[in-house]
């Protein structure tokens, strides 16, 4: 199975920071790599796709990039309703596999 | 409006048996890949198993043998039927969809169900 690492586990930052989330799979897995955002009792909810694709309906300062083995999550200005965690995950092959996540946290 | 709707958890002993459904609206569920994701307490989201075109089904290994997923288009539904529960099966189970257009990312989640495995 392609193992997901993620880093850092968890991150503290205000409102306006730029906030970077990096994703290394132990395979290549070319620009096979989603991002997620999760809140408390809710589902992921699909923010990137296609490693660079936003998802419809997502803010713009929300972008990833990245091939291979290493990808990044950045979000440009980070505001209230994104302190959440963040999950990557492959979908280059079975079985798919996800991050343990990171947590954006009020600094 | 586009959605899936989880039900059938609950808590159950050891060994024993519980069914899933997953209901979609607004798309086919024939049409699409259909997983079942699962998140145990405090843990990383763990895919655990899809169902395609046709009847193709893949499992992970933890729940190969034990747990089939199933599909009912005339009721646009999916299942997944769980056998011999274990109590590291406990967890939040989602379904969600996927498919090429988003090179199989999941766009589409339910709001989950909670299974919990203990006697």
């Known amino acids: 199975d392609i193992q997901m690492t993620q880093s850092p586990s968890s991150v503290s930052a205000s409102v306006g920071d730029r906030v970077t989330i990096t994703c290394r799979a132990s395979q290549l897995i070319s620009s096979w790599l989603a991002w997620y955002q999760q809140k408390p009792g809710k589902a992921p909810k699909l923010l990137i796709y296609?490693?660079?694709s936003l998802q419809s309906g997502v803010p713009s300062r929300f972008s990833g990039s990245g091939s291979g083995t290493d990808f990044t999550l950045t979000i440009s200005s980070l505001q209230p309703e994104d302190f959440a965690t963040y999950f990557c995950q492959q979908t280059h092959s079975f079985p798919s596999t996800f991050g343990q996540g990171t947590k954006v946290e009020v600094k | 409006e586009v959605q899936l709707v989880e039900s059938g958890g609950g808590l159950i002993q050891p060994g024993g048996s519980l069914r899933l459904s997953c209901a979609a609206s607004g798309f086919t569920v024939s049409s699409h890949y259909i997983n079942w994701v699962r998140q145990a307490p405090g843990k990383r989201l763990e895919w655990v198993s899809v169902?395609?075109?046709?009847?193709?089904?893949y499992y992970s290994d933890s729940v190969k043998g034990r747990f089939a997923i199933s599909r009912d288009s005339s009721k646009n539904t999916v299942y997944l039927q769980m056998n011999s529960l274990r109590a590291e099966d406990t967890a939040v189970f989602y379904c969600?969809?996927?498919?090429?257009?988003?090179?199989?990312?999941?766009?589409?989640w339910g709001q989950g169900t909670m299974v919990t495995v203990s006697s």
């Open positions: 969600a969809r996927s498919w090429f257009n988003i090179w199989y990312a999941f766009d589409i």
């Open positions: 296609a490693a660079s």
């Open positions: 169902i395609y075109s046709g009847d193709n089904t």
